[in-house]
């Protein structure tokens, strides 16, 4: 039999309420002071209160990674964390890695090797090609190699490490491309 509480919200009644509490996002260089509930995602804080819309809600379920940003230099799928967790963390989104109105070198590779397709899954391929470009650098290890420098990034190196950003489109081929080009870049 079933506890007073399951009862209730199986009669359709609502869940109790949950105060907004205060958090610190510093998102793209920028402090937003916000109030939102402990169980907002960091995603829909990103896109529905903040209005940074680039970071895209696909499965929302961790599985298709449209939603990856950079926490403190990490990436992460968005979609899988509270903002509450992030308070007074350095956030980057897609929108944030062009300076000075030019775009940032992962940014330019995709669109010199036509990285994408709907461009759905660009931002969080993007983020995430900015990351793996930083742990490579670092010599952070993968399931292919212990990381290898950019000048002798794999193919099997760039999937491994991308595996959790997927492109329904199947522009991979297009997108290990732009990632090889910006490795060199560095």
């Known amino acids: 039999m079933p506890d007073d509480d399951q009862t209730s919200t199986a009669q359709g009644e609502a869940p109790p309420h949950v105060p ?30 903040v209005g940074l819309t680039g970071t895209k809600k696909g499965c929302d379920r961790g599985q298709c990674g449209a939603c990856t ?13 509270l903002a509450v967790m ?8 897609v929108e944030g890695l062009a300076q000075d109105g030019a775009p940032h070198p992962v940014q330019a590779a995709f669109m ?3 990285g994408f397709q ?3 899954c660009t931002p969080g391929q993007i983020c995430s090609t900015v990351a793996l470009l930083r742990e490579i650098a ?7 190699t212990r990381g290898e420098r950019p000048d002798g990034l794999s193919d099997d190196e760039i999937r491994e ?21 910006a490795a060199t870049r560095g």
């Open 20 to 49: 907004a509490q205060p958090l610190l996002l510093r998102i793209n260089g920028t402090e937003h002071r916000l109030m939102v509930e402990p169980r907002v995602s960091l995603l829909d804080a990103l896109r529905e209160t």
């Open 118 to 120: 709907c461009g759905y």
């Open 112 to 114: 010199e090797h036509d």
């Open 138 to 144: 670092e010599g952070q290890a993968s399931g292919v």
């Open 69 to 81: 940003v950079l926490v403190d230099g990490q990436r992460i799928n968005s979609c899988l964390t």
């Open 161 to 181: 490490r991308m595996s959790g950003n997927l492109c329904r489109c199947g522009a991979y081929q297009n997108i290990v491309a732009a990632i090889h080009t």
């Open 86 to 93: 992030h308070d007074e963390r350095e956030i980057t989104t």
